[in-house]
């Protein structure tokens, strides 16, 4: 890949496995060079891995560190991998190598992740520096021939050859520069004389000491050597040991001992006092340590050792004495760990809703479990909380998914709270948690239930239509639209007539209405079935029978069965005199087509004609009995006016009339009870007689005015055409016409034979013929005669105009108001 530093090596490893879930695992390893500009490509990440670029995209791709710093940055419209801000390995890693950034590249819907490491190389961009650019030493003029001086070594944060590689020391005939190799790698600057002092030479000399990396190309550091000639120190300090090793533990508290180092010096007096004192060690690791300069222990200068931010530490001790000669050794501080982080729960992707119907196994949450700590104290155990059907499993190291563990139902649970706690194993054990809220969607798998299994309702016959009966309900476990139920009448037929035209139903309230108007006596209950369906895709439904029965109303009056009255005929009960107290004279037999207590029929007598009653009848079973014994004084005719009323509210009733004859015979009462028929005929047929007489009437005179017209007409027009014929004219008369004086009205007299009864409504009129079957007609004021002769009939029996006819209804009309009265 081509940057502005030139052609850089990149190197890609895939690996790509699969987990026992539904999540993928792969990994993809870059290298790339410290200090890249921003926005510089890394990788195709998309084309590394296999995946569209659209993936990215669609699955929301983004990068998880586990931390905040963001150093690399995914586009995932190209499907690359691009420089964030600048790199600065030292600042990231400092002398650790490899240098490495690891993070995931987390994928969603389906949920995945996949691992990416990226090794950051060091260029060599740091120059070596001493710490002390200015080092003095006082040298007696007497030190032997190879005795040694520590020199400042210099600092290079670069790694491999970028670092420090070598020393030079500017050429002199004193001194020569040596280098020990340390067991850790590094390497001791020690100045070794090669040809005796003579302060009276030379007093004072000035060297230069050059440190040198192994770049390319590379860079150096100078420091200044000021040595001062003294008098004669024939020994040098020297320590027991040239390595020492000692142990911290982190979070030690400050003024803590660490460890001492001891030397000797064989000189006597004030050339046998030796000081300690750090040197050659990097200024932060002298800010934490220090050195007591009289008894070599070495003691913790802060209390903030910290085994995750540095486990070893090295420092160069120096020992001196009076005379100028020292000696050095290394002290190696190892921090041991204390169980003083807890786990820490990063989340990688988490799902805050799901399906109710995932399948087991599916991942809902994906974590990221860092503990700082190591060995024992960083192994971290995860675990949810109890009772919900969810697990947790580790899928790769750090690594845990919550994947739902058994199928869910958000009719039981619509959400949860997932509490995952992680344990390490340190000893006390240190632990975290963190609660996910997971919401449960809802899918269409549950039917309307009804409240109950069947219905009865119940209405009162003669209803107004489109009153409501009642409700039926049913209740959908699930929610929102997929719970929306609306009601629907199931097709059927009631007596093969659709139940539709009977009832209705409310399609989002579940209320029955009637349709129609109910008649008990016509339907007393029929079943229909009402089907509850949801609104879900697609729709589940369940259904429940209603029986709906029509309560009876008091609509119907008592219909009489016996006696039965008819016009045509009259019927009597005898009662013989010599019947006893009790005597059952006949029973009334009366039904009512209503039910329950508005069929409960009771009798009653309205009246009779006695004043003395003989008779009564029974309250609940209708039969008329005597109630004392017949005398002479009761008459013959007795008529009973029996009521007949039912129990409904309000009651309805009917009226029977029940006539009685008290007599030993028929005969005895056979003229009695002929006035009975001949009322009631005379009461049944006067108003139809009269009204049919009025009808002809009307009738017949209005056509008796267009009949007359129409001849008049006719006439007239007859006489101007024989007026206009000079023919002789001859008088017409209507037949049977006859005007003597021109005072009648009838053609002749008429002889009337009138036969009475006792009943003058039954007598007989007949009408007898005329006088003579021959008239002669005469008209003085006329010129001429005419004869007519009658036929041998009555005139009653063919009338001969229209005129007679109605003259005849007249005349019968007037004969039988003559005999009415």
């Known amino acids: 890949m081509e940057t502005p530093d030139g052609t850089m090596r990149r190197q890609v490893l895939l690996f790509i496995s699969f987990l026992s879930l539904s999540s993928v695992a792969g990994q993809v390893s870059y290298s790339i060079p410290e200090e890249m500009a921003k926005g510089s490509l890394i990788g195709n990440i998309a084309q590394d891995l296999g995946l569209d670029r659209k993936r990215l995209t669609s699955g929301k791709g983004r990068i998880f560190t586990g931390d905040s710093a963001e150093h690399i940055e995914l586009n995932r419209e190209r499907g690359v991998l691009l420089i964030k801000e600048k790199i600065d390995r030292e600042a990231l890693c400092g002398q650790t190598t490899p240098c490495a950034l690891h993070f995931q590249i987390i994928l969603e819907n389906p949920m995945e992740f996949y691992t990416v490491v990226v090794e950051i190389t060091d260029i060599n961009d740091n120059t070596p520096v001493f710490?002390?650019?200015?080092?003095?030493?006082?040298?007696?003029?007497?030190?032997?021939?190879?005795?040694?001086?520590?020199?400042?070594?210099?600092?290079?944060?670069?790694?491999?050859?970028?670092?420090?590689?070598s020393y030079y020391l500017?050429?002199?005939?004193?001194?020569?520069?040596?280098?020990?190799?340390?067991?850790?790698?590094?390497?001791?600057?020690?100045?070794?004389?090669?040809?005796?002092?003579?302060?009276?030479?030379?007093?004072?000399?000035?060297?230069?000491?050059?440190?040198?990396?192994?770049?390319?190309?590379?860079?150096?550091?100078?420091?200044?050597?000021?040595?001062?000639?003294?008098?004669?120190?024939?020994?040098?300090?020297?320590?027991?040991?040239?390595?020492?090793?000692?142990?911290?533990?982190?979070?030690?508290?400050?003024?803590?001992?660490?460890?001492?180092?001891?030397?000797?010096?064989?000189?006597?007096?004030?050339?046998?006092?030796?000081?300690?004192?750090?040197?050659?060690?990097?200024?932060?690791?002298?800010?934490m340590f220090e050195i007591h300069e009289i008894n070599g222990n070495l003691i913790l200068k802060t209390g903030n050792v910290d085994y995750e931010k540095r486990r070893l530490y090295e420092l160069d001790v120096q020992v001196s004495d009076q005379g100028g000669l020292s000696d050095a050794c290394k002290?190696?501080?190892?921090?041991?760990?204390?169980?003083?982080?807890?786990?820490?729960?990063?989340?990688?992707?988490?799902?805050?809703?799901?399906?109710?119907?995932?399948?087991?196994?599916?991942?809902?949450?994906?974590?990221?479990?860092?503990?700082?700590?190591a060995n024992e104290n960083g192994k971290v155990m995860c675990v949810l909380n109890e009772n919900i059907p969810f697990a947790i499993k580790s899928s790769t190291n750090n690594f845990f998914s919550v994947v739902t563990d058994s199928d869910l139902d958000r009719e039981r649970a619509s959400e949860y709270n997932i509490t995952v706690t992680c344990s390490d194993e340190g000893v006390p054990s240190l632990s975290s948690s963190v609660t996910l809220t997971l919401h449960i969607s809802d899918v269409n798998d549950n039917v309307p239930v009804f409240e109950r299994s069947s219905y009865e309702a119940y209405i009162v016959e003669n209803n107004t239509p489109g009153l409501s009966i009642f409700t039926v309900k049913a209740r959908d476990a699930d929610w929102n639209q997929n719970a929306r139920v609306s009601y629907i009448l199931e097709e059927s037929s009631v007596n093969g007539v659709p139940v539709s035209s009977y009832v209705s139903v409310g399609a989002d309230s579940g209320v029955i209405h009637a349709v129609r108007s109910f008649d008990y006596e016509q339907i007393k209950d029929f079943h229909f079935r009402v089907k509850a369906q949801d609104g879900g895709s697609p729709p589940l439904s369940s259904n429940v029978t209603v029986k709906l029965l029509i309560q009876d109303q008091n609509d119907n009056p008592p219909q009489v069965l016996y006696p039965v009255q008819t016009g045509g005929s009259l019927v009597a009960e005898m009662v013989p005199r010599s019947a006893d107290v009790g005597y059952l004279v006949t029973k009334v037999v009366a039904v009512d087509v209503d039910s329950g207590q508005n069929a409960w029929l009771s009798y009653k007598l309205q009246k009779a004609t006695d004043r003395a009653a003989l008779f009564e009848v029974g309250l609940q079973n209708g039969e008329i009995r005597t109630i004392r014994q017949v005398t002479d004084k009761d008459v013959v005719k007795q008529r009973l006016t029996v009521i007949v009323e039912d129990n409904g509210q309000p009651s309805r009733s009917a009226t029977v009339i029940v006539n009685v004859a008290v007599a030993d015979s028929f005969p005895e009462v056979l003229s009695e009870f002929t006035d009975f028929t001949h009322d009631k005929e005379y009461n049944d047929n006067l108003t139809f007689y009269l009204v049919l007489a009025l009808a002809v009437v009307s009738f017949l005179f209005i056509t008796c005015l267009v009949v007359i017209i129409s001849v008049k007409v006719y006439r007239w027009r007859q006489s101007r055409i024989l007026y206009h014929s000079n023919l002789p004219v001859i008088p017409y008369y209507p037949p049977r016409y006859s005007d003597t004086l021109g005072t009648g009205t009838l053609q002749h007299v008429y002889n009337y034979e009138v036969c009475r009864t006792t009943d003058s409504r039954k007598s007989d009129c007949k009408f007898g013929r005329a006088g003579s079957q021959n008239v002669l007609i005469m008209d003085p004021s006329s010129t001429g005669t005419m004869q007519r002769i009658q036929n041998e009939k009555s005139i009653l029996d063919e009338p001969d105009s229209p005129i007679e006819l109605m003259v005849y209804i007249t005349g019968l009309w007037n004969i039988d108001e003559k005999i009415r009265g």
């Open 170 to 287: 500017t050429k002199t005939e004193n001194f020569v520069l040596k280098l020990k190799d340390q067991p850790d790698g590094e390497k001791i600057v020690e100045m070794v004389l090669q040809k005796p002092l003579d302060r009276e030479k030379e007093e004072e000399i000035f060297l230069v000491l050059t440190a040198v990396d192994g770049g390319e190309p590379n860079l150096s550091g100078t420091a200044q050597i000021h040595v001062t000639v003294l008098d004669a120190n024939d020994n040098a300090p020297v320590f027991t040991k040239t390595v020492y090793k000692a142990t911290i533990t982190e979070n030690a508290p400050k003024g803590t001992v660490i460890t001492r180092v001891t030397a000797s010096d064989a000189d006597k007096g004030s050339n046998s006092k030796i000081t300690y004192s750090i040197s050659n060690t990097a200024a932060d690791v002298r800010d």
């Open 331 to 373: 002290v190696i501080v190892d921090v041991a760990d204390t169980n003083d982080n807890p786990p820490s729960i990063n989340i990688m992707s988490n799902s805050n809703t799901v399906s109710e119907n995932v399948k087991p196994g599916t991942v809902v949450t994906m974590l990221n479990i860092q503990d700082s700590d």
């Open 131 to 165: 710490e002390k650019t200015d080092m003095k030493f006082k040298i007696s003029e007497s030190a032997v021939i190879g005795a040694k001086f520590l020199l400042e070594r210099a600092l290079d944060p670069d790694v491999g050859m970028n670092s420090l590689q």
